[in-house]
């Protein structure tokens, strides 16, 4: 039987903020959402793809985005994006902001956007790199590729049939009770068959619920 504080040690392995300085990298991505392996060439792009693919919002999503072609003094300027997005009702075009850069000539870029059939996103890298959400994002991608079974659902189903309230390690201790791995309880909270509030860094101590419906993570301007 695996004890409770193995969990508590993985969650307390945080994982760090990035450094400021801007390194140009290689990085690849083992998406979960495509099943492929996603290239970038930002530090700051990787942290936006653990967004991407822990958003319910979003189907699926490319590095290889279109140009658009937008009025600019006198002539068109062709502009260059950082990722395609698809929803269920919409595609988006998303531009990445770093601290300091300042955004395009939104109006005119967004109606070209529009006009090709996009919703243009930015996305800046204070909300990008907003913490604790991001942090606990990366923690939990570590659990996302562990199954998620019907029992696992049956047992959260009768814990809390007599619980009104509980904690993650409460559950992670119900769970090693009832002959489950602890882990299930993190792949889990990843792909919303529990809930907990992404901006309060996730701890044994994390009030859990069942999920509420539409949860949605993002903030983009």
């Not at 945080?14 to 450094?19: A, K, S």
């Not at 290239?39 to 140009?67: C, G, H, K, M």
């Not at 889990?188 to 809930?195: D, G």
Request: charged share 25%; aromatic share 10%.
């Amino acid at each position: 039987m695996r004890k409770t504080n193995s969990v508590k040690a993985l969650i307390q392995k945080r994982t760090g903020h990035p450094g400021k300085a801007a390194r140009r990298i290689t990085c690849k991505f083992p998406s979960l959402k495509l099943a492929r392996t996603v290239r970038v060439t930002s530090l700051l792009a990787r942290d936006l793809l653990y967004l991407l693919e822990f958003d319910s919002q979003v189907i699926s999503y490319t590095e290889n985005a279109p140009w658009i072609a937008y009025p600019c003094d006198s002539s068109n300027t062709e502009y260059a994006f950082d990722f395609l997005l698809e929803c269920p009702d919409r595609k988006q075009l998303v531009k990445l902001l770093r601290i300091g850069e300042q955004p395009p000539f939104q109006p005119r870029l967004r109606a070209a956007c529009q006009k090709e059939g996009y919703e243009l996103v930015i996305f800046t890298e204070s909300i990008i790199r907003s913490q604790p959400r991001l942090n606990n994002i990366k923690l939990l991608t570590r659990y996302a590729r562990l199954p998620v079974a019907p029992h696992h659902h049956r047992a959260c189903t009768r814990f809390f049939a007599h619980n009104s309230s509980a904690t993650l390690g409460s559950i992670i201790k119900f769970f090693e009770d009832e002959g489950l791995e602890q882990q299930s309880v993190l792949a889990m909270l990843y792909h919303r068959a529990l809930n907990f509030d992404l901006m309060i860094p996730l701890t044994l101590q994390s009030a859990i619920s069942l999920p509420r419906k539409d949860i949605y993570i993002r903030e983009v301007a």
